[in-house]
């Protein structure tokens, strides 16, 4: 392992003995041997290839946009489907209908007319089980997983994954995620095992060891992702900029690709991320093209003998590049190209760029051998995914035993005063909370659909919820549930638990801005609520379900013990198991669980120059039921808006941002109003009978991070918070208004952009002519001082809609990133459009 251009550690991994620290990209001896024999028959194949055969081979796109003949007729090396893909778009579909699919695109791509007949490889999400498909059991997310401090465990989950995988036909997993997350406010953070990097390594070992095994009928082809950097980026904003130096690169973020490689792990997913070293001055950009990363580190250092994947359109965010086209990406070691809708354009591209000599033959060639020998080791040529042990078999897809254990193991009791857990079996309790009923709250992202949002608990019909798990540990005689505590005499029960936490999210839309605190009341107030309500003197016993550490300290105050359950998947049953005694009064499990990241125990961490006074609770923190250890009453810091130094209040990312809320209202003035919610892909027609507007989700910078609105006639499309916000500070700062903008259709009608203030209190802001400047599906950062708001003498010391468009048709555009920006460029001498008082 400390072989060329590596330099034996100063520290070693605790109980291995493994180095962990180096000077540059370890080189990683291959767990599979040298075989000529392998190697002469990929020669073989790809020197049969015609061109668009091993274009082909590089070509990955989506179920929903690709069908099998086609498949058959540009020689298709993947398809894959992304979260909420399933066969004929069916959420429910079963067992039979994943494999039919599978072999009908197997038996597409064998029925090639070509002298060589390479079979296509089927990739999908199974991040935590199998997690895309209907009855199929949900594991913990992967920040439970780091806290149970269990490699073998982690191999049993893969393995369970891998065989439930295999049933549906399907042969590769998006999966492990080996992120090192440094910063809660990631969204995806509750996809990294840990914040240290030995445990993602032993993670990464055992994970990718139980996926693949030796490649039986069980097995299925891992993918060691992202890499790399994905967890280091500046506040953890999802696909951004890591800023950390060469050394933590390798051996902080780079541990669970060491572990990867180490286990034979044949497939890595490039991240969206970039890359900035800033102590040796080297900006790598974009991952994905990437040469020095791809090629120079993970290919040639380490020796990593096997294909890199990029993500969803990730070419697209190149310079340079589009979906469709990215010879940048090829050239810098992308040997296959997901490409989920625009494939086709993408083949005619790449046959063009490799003709006219803009990628070298050469480097086709290494692409589409890495690509074969990988399907050849993990036995793709050999069997149609019916003919596989254990195809169609849909037991498979269950392992609860496994899973409720694991839920057990994730579990950390962070507050036990009194000694008030384990309750006494057959205790008179009220369950409360919004989470307790919601197996969508407990699985979170990534389950049957790509954000986990738009299920119910139908949807999990081989899966337990909370309550129901208590009421099987307590006796269902024994147990009351209301969502609220609302109107219920507290007093009569012997204990109330409530379950509460965050709702799903996943990649981007879970991000937390940097302007943003961590407290978790910021965003979900209602679970304070639910605490304050049930306080009567009778011990409460919270139970929070979170994709990472916030900061919970009024929380924690109004409780007397609590639990970090994660976000633990499928088994409720497995956190009952913990808060209960046996028949004779004690403790059935004990909690083993301790934190594999810090907690904070601020609303701001990061923001002081003492790190250690960030965290009210270590890595490594967690009681046992012999702890007798009392919390005291913790600083709420109510005081903490805004996270200090920050100089934005974000409004609309991804998703509406709290405080505020999107709307469409009818009419100039009044008329009928209506909620924005989270729908992905809804497309929206206002009302329906004589339609306003038409509403959908799009991407402007990142997936789905946009609302695209067209007025069918006169409408508002705005944010609103339910309580006015004083915005006179950031005036002094010379803030503006700034949005991202791509026009669609340009309006002829004048087009305003407003404030509002309270009851008939508008400042308005004409735009029609600066819009009408801008060229039509391209992206315009749009920016307007505040300024230009209050040019009549009055002040914005009270708004409550800091952001809306009122606009007639015909008009659409798309609305993307809407922040107040303090201190923007030129926002002091910039001249306002027409400025008008309502």
Known sequence: MAGRGAVAAQTASPGTGKPTHYTDWPHIASPRKVDPQLDARVHDIVARMSLAQKIGQMTQAEIKSITPDQVRQFYIGSVLNGGGSWPQGNKHAGTADWLALADRYYDASMAVDAPVKVPVIWGTDAVHGHSNVFGATLFPHNIGLGAAHDPELIRQIGAATARAVRATGVDWAFAPTLAVAQNAR???????????????????????????????????????????????????????????????????????????????????????????????????????????LLTGALKEKMGFPGFIVSDWNAIGQLPGCSNASCPQAIKAGIDMVMVPDDWRAFIANTTRQVQDGEIPMARIDDAVSRIVRAKLVMGAFDKRPSQRAGAGDASRLQDRALARRAVRESLVLLKNNHDVLPLRRGSRVLVVGKSADSIANQVGGWSLTWQGTDN????????????????????????????????????????????????????????????????????????????????????????????????????????????????????????????????????????????????????????????????????????????????????????????????TLPIFHTLAQSPFSLYLGAGRDGGKVQAVGADLNAVIEWPADQPVFSLRTVQVNTQQDAKSITWHGPGRFFAQSPQPIDLMPLLATHAALQFDLVIGTPAHAPITIYMGCGEGCTRTVNVGAMFAAYKTGRRHAVSIPLQCFIRSGEDLARVDVPFGVLAAAPFSAAFANVRIAADSAGAAAATCPGTVAR
């Open 186 to 292: 990631w969204g995806r953070t509750y996809e990294s095992f840990s914040s240290d990097g030995p445990l993602v390594h032993a993670y990464a070992r055992a994970y990718v060891d139980g996926l693949q095994g030796h490649f039986g009928d069980a097995n299925v082809l891992a993918t060691a992702k992202h890499f790399i950097g994905d967890g280091a980026t500046v506040n953890g904003t999802d696909q951004g900029v890591a800023k950390v130096s060469r050394r933590d690169m390798i051996n902080v973020h780079g541990a669970g690709y060491v572990g990867a490689l180490e286990a034979g792990v044949l497939s890595v997913m490039a991240s969206y991320n970039s890359w900035d070293d800033a102590v040796d001055g080297t900006n790598y950009g974009k991952m994905s093209g990437a040469r020095a």
């Open 456 to 647: 119910g608990n139908a949807d999990f019909p081989h899966a337990t919820s909370v309550l129901a798990g208590i009421r099987a540990a307590d006796g269902a005689a024994n147990v009351s549930y209301r969502a609220t505590p609302d109107g219920v005499d507290t007093g009569t029960f012997d204990a109330i638990i409530a379950v509460i936490g965050e709702t799903p999210y996943a990649e981007t839309m879970g991000d937390i801005l940097p302007s943003a605190t961590l407290r978790h009341g910021d965003r979900h107030p209602e679970d304070l609520a639910v605490l304050k309500a049930a306080a009567s003197g009778k011990p409460v016993v919270t139970v929070f379900l979170s994709g990472r550490p916030l900061f919970v300290n009024a929380l924690l105050n109004h409780s007397d013990a609590f639990v970090a359950g994660w976000l633990p998947g499928s088994e409720g049953e497995g956190i009952a198991d913990l808060l209960f005694a046996d028949g004779q009064g004690k403790p059935a499990f004990d909690f083993t669980g301790t934190l594999s990241m810090p907690w904070p125990g601020v609303p701001c961490p990061h923001a002081g120059g003492d790190l250690a006074a960030n965290w009210l609770f270590a890595r490594g923190y967690g009681l046992h039921y012999a702890a007798h250890h009392e919390l005291p009453a913790l600083p709420l810091h109510a005081e903490v808006i805004t996270c200090a130094g920050s100089s």
